[in-house]
């Protein structure tokens, strides 16, 4: 059974930065595409970025593109997203996710069989 744990959320000012991490047990994460994905309060789940299993492909929202980056390194089987430039309506618990053996980069919530906790970030002044 794979398991994901996020971490690096937190406080952060507007213009600010955060890497988040999504540490993967259980299975060799190179074998999976991963998605991150965030919910506002009061909001529905939204993906916003994803990577493809052999890291062919990447895929951002629009309302990230050019801030966040998404990168793993399978010999710490672990996924991180980069945030740059973070903007007060980025406020959300973040979640990763994924999916074995896709070639592809899902951005499709149902697609996504493994689940972290999520972890807050909230941009603020």
């Known amino acids: 059974q794979l398991q994901l744990v996020e971490s690096g959320g937190g406080l952060v000012q507007p213009g600010g930065s955060l890497r988040l991490s999504c540490a993967v047990s259980?299975?060799?994460?190179?074998?999976?595409?991963i998605g991150w994905f965030r919910q506002a309060s009061g909001k529905e789940r939204e993906v916003i970025s994803c990577?493809?299993?052999?890291?062919?492909?990447?895929r951002y929202a629009d309302s990230v593109k050019g801030r966040f980056t998404i990168a793993r390194d399978n010999a710490k089987n672990t996924v991180y997203l980069r945030m740059n430039n973070l903007k007060p309506e980025d406020t959300a618990v973040y979640y990763c996710?994924?999916?074995?053996?896709?070639?592809?980069?899902?951005?499709?919530?149902?697609?996504?069989?493994?689940w972290g906790q999520g972890t807050q970030v909230t941009v603020s002044s």
């Open positions: 259980g299975s060799t994460l190179g074998s999976y595409a």
């Open positions: 990577m493809s299993s052999n890291n062919d492909y990447t």
């Open positions: 996710a994924a999916v074995y053996g896709l070639g592809s980069c899902p951005f499709v919530r149902d697609v996504y069989d493994y």
